[in-house]
């Protein structure tokens, strides 16, 4: 074994190990419990940055975690084909001032070329990563698969009269010469300027001041609006005045959208310019005037003074603020201004007709139906471990249990009906929750808790559970018959429905079951799954949401708020909840056309006349059709992600019976709006579920002292630089730890340098154990510090598997690096020299590296494979040991604070005879100065004074110390 680890001859070997394994491939017919994440698809337009660097570490640690304790994990790889910002990089790699100078398929072809290029790159970028992912489900949100997707869910939206095209106001961008959505526009504030105008009535001498900051617009000026609570209003309501330059006369009208206390209070209304006066016009039944162009420059039309055509709008404006008898003046003003979020260009408001979504339009879908499952509370016979029967009741602490139980579902759940097993201890749980939420309970036999026969009333034998007593004594109802109750059972709940949510209250081994039957197991894994609850408190146990058959009426809105607000989608960290309901409720329809070539076509087709004749997946339209010529939002393709690439629309796909809905997505809370809640919104529409359970949100990366990274500030960090100096695991770790969930993710060399220490002290760790020589007998601890270990291990790795299930890994990472660094090195290691436990130490550090590799994953494989273990780590059981010995941690720890005592004073010692040693020096020094007569002579007496006392001083504390 090499004396230094070297992460850059080891990390790709491990990396082409693992993928030659086959073990990342998720198999859709197993019959684990599954746990998928799809990953967020990488943009095809550039490289890699640490913001996707923590995304795949955080992806990675999950999936190797849900791996280890038993689950049936797919991480499914892809990338997005990035409509906008993909042509923008292509027309400028090509010399391109628009797309129109070349044929649309062969830009096309160039936009393929460079988007192949730049995928390869991406894919070996997060291979070097070492993120577990199952390269044969790659998929593109661009390739035939995903447009099939994106054809059927618009065709559906389309006869549901969810999709439209009209004339409405909408954000152009003029750089990237399209149309964007609200969210794609970036506000920021701007020094502008406010412009005051004379508006002359007609005939008349005198004028409205009017204040704009945009005066090229004025020439679609079709009204000026008055506050009716304005003093002004009566008398001047129905005159005209005149559009500055034109003459063009106008009315003025009343509206309360005038701000009384802005400007003049006096507002120019151009409906085709601005969407504020687009919602007055269409109140007032205004006329829509267009004078700027799509290219940005002002139209050529009637409206606009011939001067001033062709102007771009920049140049027009510093024409109109010239001195006129219109204009009167200009002052400084901060405003927020619309900027596109890829060309950086300012966005202009203007009337086109597009595709919008509509979000509040009411249509008719099959109603979710939840279903909450609990376990009863506790009773005499659980807490003393003996097998129950039908009779046995609640004892006092069980009924808190209930009364617990209630209280958490009157806050977070909406009870509106309550199902039981006929059993006592069951039925009185929810007799007590029913009076609680006022509703009268169910009892059904087919969640009865298990028949186990003669063993019922008998104590639990050590390392038994009551199924293998009965399995053992031939007693009671057989696993199939346990299985096929439950299965009945939870095909006629699955028909249930109820304006709330359905709560089951049932027994720790039929909701074991229930588990394997909604997951489509069988009835052999039902003792395994029984097993893995022993533990399982009383009280909620988890839910599940089903479609029903019973219809309801709803907008996309809802189903979007409703999949957060229900709890079947959680956001982590909480707070993101509040903004994602902001949203919710400012939620305008979707413009989702745009005037793009790269990116999935629309599926609408016209005849000659350019009516509607075709809508959907059409394979071979007729000759005389014309497909319309706008490309989809590429959020629109991205929203299908999660189950486009299950294998929807074909819901009986394997893949997506298997693996859909996913569990966790988890990316950046900047991308929220764009493409979190778009995903739940089509999810929720298209399959009626949720597209995952939980949403993690990853903070920015910022430098080191919290400044965001970029080029021009020179704080930039290429994550496949670090790697190479430092290692995958030391960069995984040094993004991962030491920061809450969505807060910034402060990073810097530093940091990662000493997570590569701690890398290094695992080797170390390794050598040492490697050097010792096991007698391959049972491994069992033997002195106090194999017994405070051992039991320091359980301990510690019970506390990061309950980290790990509920995404705590920044806290899961701190208790593995201070127990490998602290506990295991500096401590057991030290001792274990002395007393040799070569057996247990060697067992000890392979359930450490078990331990560590969900969150250093190559590092933990290199030492696994020295350790002349031939299977991959991954493949093996997460820790999980119920060694406990308190008094060995206490003896220990006591023992721990001796040596700490003593090394203490030993330094105290130190420092006392160092000091001393100095203040001889000093008292020897001062004397020989006071001897000196040149210096009483020469010296102030101030100074002579001075070092007496000094030397008096040093004396004193001399004899303190000796």
């Not at 001498?205 to 304005?230: C, I, K, Q, S, Y």
């Not at 016979?381 to 958490?408: H, M, W, Y």
């Not at 249930?496 to 074991?512: A, F, N, P, Y």
């Not at 939002?633 to 690439?645: E, G, M, V």
């Amino acid at each position: 074994m090499e004396k230094n680890y070297d992460h850059n001859a080891s990390e790709n070997k491990i990396s082409a190990s693992w993928e030659a394994s086959g073990a990342m491939k998720a198999d859709n017919k197993s019959k684990k419990k599954k746990f998928t994440i799809s990953l967020p698809p990488p943009n095809v337009t550039g490289e890699l940055h640490l913001g996707h660097a923590a995304m795949l570490a955080i992806e990675d640690i999950m999936i190797r975690f849900k791996k280890m304790t038993g689950h049936e994990v797919l991480w499914l790889p892809g990338t997005d084909h990035a409509a906008i910002a993909t042509e923008n990089v292509v027309l400028k790699h090509l010399g391109l001032k628009s797309r129109e100078e070349m044929q649309r398929n062969e830009f096309l072809k160039e936009c393929r070329k460079f988007a192949t290029a730049k995928h390869d790159r991406i894919v070996h970028q997060i291979k070097k990563m070492g993120a577990w992912l199952d390269w044969s489900r790659e998929a593109y949100t661009f390739d035939e698969p995903r447009n099939q997707a994106v054809n059927t869910i618009f065709k559906r939206l389309y006869d549901d009269g969810l999709i439209s095209r009209g004339h409405r106001m909408i954000n152009w961008s003029v750089g990237a010469q399209s149309v964007l959505s609200d969210e794609e526009v970036v506000y920021k504030e701007v020094k502008g300027a406010l412009y005051h105008y004379k508006y002359f009535f007609v005939d008349s001498e005198e004028f409205l001041e009017v204040v704009t900051t945009r005066p090229e617009t004025m020439f679609g000026d079709t009204a000026v609006a008055l506050n009716p609570h304005d003093p002004r209003a009566k008398k001047l309501h129905g005159k005209k005045v005149k559009v500055p330059f034109s003459g063009r006369e106008i009315p003025i009208i009343l509206d309360d959208h005038v701000d009384l206390e802005f400007g003049t209070a006096t507002l120019k209304v151009t409906p085709a310019h601005d969407p504020n006066d687009f919602e007055i016009g269409e109140k007032h039944n205004l006329e829509k005037i267009q004078v700027i162009g799509f290219d940005g420059h002002m139209e050529t039309n009637d409206h606009v003074p011939k001067k001033f055509q062709k102007l771009s709008s920049e140049e027009c404006r510093k024409l109109l603020t010239k001195p006129s008898e219109w204009f009167i003046k200009k002052e400084e003003h901060l405003h927020n201004v619309g900027f596109c979020y890829r060309s950086h260009t300012v966005v202009e408001p203007m009337i086109s007709p597009q595709w919008f979504i509509l979000v509040d339009k009411e249509f008719e879908t099959n109603k979710p139906q939840r279903f909450l499952f609990a376990r009863h509370g506790e009773t005499t016979s659980t807490k003393n471990r003996v097998v129950q029967g039908e009779s046995d009741p609640l004892n006092i602490k069980g009924k808190a249990d209930a009364k617990k139980l209630a209280e958490f579902l009157s806050r977070n759940k909406n009870v509106t009906r309550i199902i039981s097993s006929e059993h006592k201890r069951a039925k009185q749980t929810a007799e007590i929750i029913g009076r609680s939420l006022g509703i009268k309970i169910e009892t059904w036999k087919e969640f009865n808790g298990a028949d186990l026969g003669s063993v019922v009333g008998k104590k639990i034998l050590p390392n038994k559970i009551s199924f293998d007593m009965a399995i053992e004594a031939k007693t009671g109802e057989t696993m199939k018959q346990i299985f096929d109750r439950v299965k009945k059972g939870w095909e006629k709940l699955k028909k249930e429905t109820s304006e709330g949510d359905i709560l089951v209250i049932s027994h720790r081994s039929i909701l074991s079951t229930l588990e394997i039957v909604r997951s489509g197991g069988d009835k052999n894994q039902v003792l395994e799954q029984r097993r893995q609850h022993e533990s399982a408190s009383f009280g909620y146990w988890g839910e599940t949401t089903e479609i029903s058959d019973k219809k309801e009426k709803t907008t996309l809105k809802k189903l979007t708020a409703e999949a957060v607000r229900s709890g079947d989608v959680k956001i982590i960290p909480k707070q993101f909840e509040k903004v994602y309901f902001h949203w919710i409720d400012n939620l305008r329809d979707w413009c989702i056309s745009r005037q793009i070539w790269w990116g999935h076509r629309i599926p609408v087709w016209y005849d000659k006349e350019k009516n509607i004749t075709a809508v959907g997946d059409i394979k071979t339209p007729h000759k005389d059709w014309t497909q319309d010529k706008d490309t989809l939002d590429t959020w629109f393709s991205s929203a299908l992600w999660p189950f486009s690439t299950l294998g929807w629309p074909d819901e009986k796909a394997e893949d997506f019976q298997k693996f859909f809905p996913t569990d966790v997505l988890e990316t950046g809370h900047d991308i929220l709006f764009f493409w979190v809640a778009r995903m739940i919104m089509f999810s929720k529409y298209a399959t009626g579920k949720p597209p995952f359970h939980t949403v993690y949100l990853h903070g920015l990366v910022t430098d080191e002292h919290g400044k965001k990274m970029s080029k021009s500030a020179g704080n930039g960090i290429d994550p496949l630089e670090v790697v190479e100096k430092f290692g995958a695991d030391a960069v995984r770790l040094s993004l991962v730890v030491g920061t809450a969930t969505g807060q910034p993710i402060p990073l810097g060399a530093s940091k990662i340098s000493g997570y590569r220490n701690f890398v290094n002290k695992l080797w170390n760790a390794g050598r040492f154990v490697k050097m010792q020589t096991p007698t391959s007998k049972k491994p069992e601890p033997k002195s106090l510090a194999d017994k405070w270990i051992a039991s320091r291990f359980t301990k510690i790795s019970k506390e990061i598997k309950n980290h790990l299930d509920k995404y705590e890994i920044s806290m899961a990472g701190d208790k593995i690096y201070h127990f490998v660094w602290d506990d295991f090195c500096d401590w057991y290691i030290e001792e274990s020299k002395k007393e040799p436990n070569p057996d247990f130490l060697y067992y000890l550090f392979n359930e450490i590296l078990k331990l560590a590799h969900p969150l250093c994953p190559f590092i933990t494989e290199k030492l696994w494979q020295e350790l002349g273990n031939k299977d991959i780590l991954i493949g093996e059981s997460f820790p999980e040991t119920n060694y406990v010995d308190k008094k060995a941690e206490d003896l220990f720890e006591k023992f721990q604070k001796e040596v700490i005592e003593t090394r203490k004073a030993k330094t105290d010692k130190t420092a006392i005879e160092k000091e001393i040693k100095q203040l001889k020096k000093d008292i020897s020094a001062l004397e020989i100065r006071l001897k000196n007569k040149g210096y009483l002579k020469k010296a102030p007496a101030k100074l002579v004074e001075q070092t007496k006392k000094e030397l008096k001083e040093s004396k004193e504390k001399l004899q303190k110390l000796s």
